[in-house]
């Protein structure tokens, strides 16, 4: 995940400014997926879609991890609803709420809807890629027993996970490229990098997902933030500069 932390700031609306700095010290960027990274995050779910579906060593794996984890009962444990709360750092609802007032925030701030865009491009990508792969692979839950694919499976890959890579990718995009407090960078770059981390955790801790579920959530979900970022420069962008009467350029 710390490759995300590579891209660099557009000079629109302008450069990140000193100050924008990680808990390291280190500049926060808008967070753009390195090439490398995209290349990756597409090797991983090509490679581990077809070792589950050829019943590779990575099902395995995750009936041994799931065995384990069903072993501590968390479900059934005063735990489970700390544990069920950090889950929903990847949960659409929350993601939505914040990024609804970030996103109003800047439309009514800056008079422009190009974060409203971008969130609506980046949800509908969200929404048609991961059900596309859930319900195309049809991978049952942890829950059921033992993994099977088949139509009534919808746990590959995990949408969560996916999500928070995507939407907090794309909010940290916004807080950065507008500038906003110093905090608020930093509050995003933290959730950028932790939420994704932590829900697939949570998410595997209390059996509701398997550990590739998570890991290739990520990878969708870094790969869908690499389209989200083209798609603004070839369009979103030029579109918002012909409309403001700037060139494209």
């Given at each position: 995940m710390a490759g995300v932390t590579s891209g660099a700031v557009r000079g629109r609306p302008g450069a990140t400014p000193p100050d924008a700095a990680g808990p390291a010290g280190r500049v926060?960027?808008?967070?753009?997926?390195?090439?490398?990274l995209l290349l990756a995050a597409?090797?991983?779910?090509?490679?581990?879609t077809f070792d589950l579906l050829s019943r590779g060593v990575l099902e395995r794996m995750d009936l041994r991890v799931s065995e384990v984890v069903s072993s501590w009962h968390?479900?059934?444990?005063?735990?489970?609803?700390?544990?069920?709360?950090?889950?929903?750092?990847?949960?659409?609802?929350?993601?939505?709420?914040?990024?609804?007032?970030?996103?109003?925030?800047?439309?009514?701030?800056?008079?422009?809807?190009?974060?409203?865009?971008?969130?609506?491009?980046a949800l509908v990508?969200?929404?048609?890629?991961?059900?596309?792969?859930?319900?195309?692979?049809?991978?049952?839950?942890?829950?059921?027993?033992?993994?099977f694919?088949?139509?009534?499976?919808?746990?590959?890959?995990?949408g969560h996970v996916a999500n928070a890579v995507l939407m907090w990718g794309v909010a940290r995009w916004q807080v950065v490229e507008y500038r906003l407090a110093a905090w608020v960078r930093r509050t995003a770059w933290v959730l950028s990098l932790a939420g994704p981390v932590?829900?697939?955790?949570?998410?595997?801790?209390?059996?509701?997902?398997?550990?590739?579920?998570?890991?290739?959530?990520?990878?969708?979900?870094i790969l869908l933030l690499g389209v989200v970022h083209?798609?603004?420069?070839?369009?979103?962008?030029?579109?918002?500069?012909?409309?403001?009467?700037?060139?494209?350029?």
């Open positions: 926060v960027t808008v967070g753009r997926p390195p090439r490398w597409l090797a991983v779910t090509l490679a581990v968390l479900q059934e444990s005063g735990a489970y609803w700390p544990v069920w709360a950090v889950t929903q750092l990847g949960g659409r609802g929350f993601i939505l709420i914040v990024l609804t007032g970030l996103v109003g925030y800047l439309v009514w701030r800056f008079r422009t809807v190009v974060p409203l865009v971008r969130v609506l491009v990508l969200l929404t048609v890629v991961v059900y596309s792969l859930k319900y195309g692979t049809g991978r049952t839950a942890p829950a059921y027993p033992g993994s694919f088949h139509r009534d499976g919808a746990s590959y890959p995990s932590a829900t697939g955790i949570a998410m595997v801790s209390l059996d509701f997902h398997w550990v590739t579920d998570a890991v290739v959530g990520a990878a969708v979900g083209a798609l603004d420069a070839v369009v979103v962008s030029r579109w918002a500069g012909v409309r403001a009467g700037r060139s494209s350029a």
